[in-house]
């Protein structure tokens, strides 16, 4: 079913029209708030069409508050608007819309566009993650989508911001990233993400540095008709160590949720709980991933503690050592608003790896800060 919002009857009727007449079945609704409550009740839309210019809430906002309430969905959603000026369409199309169509559209391109948009659905989200931005920060995020070689995008929202940011085999897609943007991200101390990785063509393995890694790392997925639940993931930092916590339901060699808890690109820890009874509710596995997540990062926040409170630290520093720390030391620093002394630790750990490219990103933000 395909959804169309429109404050004004004879828009949703034009559109319900040519839709209907290309085989769809259609649902219209007068308002967002409508549409949103009858969302809670009934199967994911294949579509959602809305008006920017409403009443109450306007399509910016709903789609604001459909990504807030339905964090992990893959339906499409599309602006058919009257409002096509170049501020309306940039911020339309910075909440992340699938498409912004501007009226009118003749009835015969209008369900070709529609058509397109649905054949691509199926290669949306494969993976989704989620966390809160006061455990793991943005350059944190940054640092993961790059080792993982992720292609898609990263969801970041608090009361006031709603950015969408797309990465290809690991890096930040210029196209849909300004230092502006960067600068907004960066800041953000309160919040949550969502990481959304589809899958990767092969021909960017050409472009991607291969890493080597142990074999428990490798965990294949194979899928099923089980509906895909969110994953979840978070990160501790313990004087120099920080650690990536990351849960999520697999379903091979059998329906499993599965934590890891990772540092430097080593798995350090793996918890393994067999889903067994056949196919479940997607927020019944969603409730046990979120259970088995928090139960884990407690558990390593207490072993982290009992290490710090014996003092057990390496005698020696490796060159590793050396970049994690000023690392560390430039991303507190800036969180303290102390930009000289964040600029100064990073290019110190820049000295040591020239090749990081979160890194080098850390830097340019840090130097217009700095007006440099």
């Known amino acids: 079913m395909i959804f169309v919002v429109d404050s004004e009857p004879g828009g949703m009727g034009d559109v319900k029209a040519t839709l209907e007449a290309d085989g769809y079945e259609v649902a219209t609704f007068d308002s967002a708030e409508s549409a949103l409550d009858l969302m809670t009740t009934l199967d994911e839309p294949e579509l959602i069409i809305s008006?920017?210019?409403?009443?109450?809430?306007?399509?910016?906002?709903?789609?604001?508050?459909?990504?807030?309430?339905f964090p992990n969905s893959v339906t499409p959603f599309v602006f058919y608007t009257s409002l096509g000026d170049e501020e309306s369409m940039g911020r339309g199309l910075a909440l992340?819309?699938?498409?912004?169509?501007?009226?009118?559209?003749?009835?015969?391109?209008?369900?070709?566009?529609?058509?397109?948009?649905?054949?691509?659905?199926?290669?949306?989200?494969?993976?989704?993650?989620?966390?809160?931005?006061?455990?793991?920060?943005?350059?944190?995020?940054?640092?993961?989508?790059?080792?993982?070689?992720?292609?898609?995008?990263v969801e970041l929202m608090d009361k006031d911001i709603n950015i969408i940011i797309g990465f290809k085999a690991g890096q930040l897609q210029s196209d849909s990233t300004t230092d502006d943007t960067l600068l907004q991200v960066y800041d953000l101390t309160v919040g949550t993400f969502i990481i959304r990785s589809m899958p990767m063509d092969y021909l960017e393995l050409r472009d991607v540095a291969v890493f080597e890694v142990e074999d428990s790392a490798v965990?294949?997925?194979?899928?099923?008709?089980?509906?895909k639940p969110m994953g979840k993931l978070?990160?501790?930092?313990?004087?120099?160590?920080?650690?990536?916590?990351?849960?999520?339901?697999?379903?091979?060699?059998?329906?499993?949720?599965?934590?890891?808890?990772?540092?430097?690109?080593?798995?350090?820890?793996?918890?393994?709980?067999?889903?067994?009874?056949?196919?479940?509710?997607?927020?019944?596995?969603?409730?046990?991933?979120?259970?088995?997540?928090?139960?884990?990062?407690?558990?390593?926040?207490?072993?982290?503690?009992?290490?710090?409170?014996?003092?057990?630290?390496?005698?020696?520093?490796?060159?590793?050592?050396?970049?994690?720390?000023?690392?560390d030391e430039g991303f507190t620093k800036y969180r303290a608003g102390n930009f000289k002394a964040a600029l100064k630790a990073w290019e110190q750990a820049y000295s040591i790896n020239p090749t990081d490219k979160s890194l080098e990103t850390n830097i340019r933000i840090v130097k217009k800060k700095l007006g440099l």
């Open 96 to 153: 992340g819309v699938d498409d912004y169509i501007v009226k009118p559209v003749p009835p015969r391109l209008l369900a070709i566009k529609i058509r397109n948009i649905l054949s691509r659905k199926n290669h949306y989200l494969i993976h989704t993650f989620y966390g809160d931005l006061a455990k793991m920060p943005f350059f944190q995020i940054i640092q993961f989508c790059e080792s993982k070689g992720l292609t898609g995008e």
């Open 234 to 327: 978070s990160g501790i930092q313990v004087e120099k160590k920080i650690l990536q916590i990351q849960t999520e339901f697999v379903t091979a060699p059998s329906n499993q949720v599965v934590t890891l808890v990772v540092h430097e690109g080593r798995i350090m820890n793996k918890v393994i709980s067999p889903i067994t009874g056949g196919k479940r509710p997607k927020s019944e596995l969603e409730d046990l991933i979120e259970q088995q997540h928090n139960e884990v990062e407690a558990e390593i926040k207490l072993k982290l503690s009992a290490l710090v409170e014996q003092k057990q630290v390496t005698s020696a520093e490796t060159s590793q050592d050396n970049f994690k720390k000023h690392f």
């Open 51 to 69: 008006e920017v210019d409403m009443p109450n809430m306007d399509g910016f906002a709903f789609k604001r508050a459909f990504s807030r309430r």
């Open 219 to 227: 965990v294949e997925v194979v899928y099923s008709d089980q509906e």
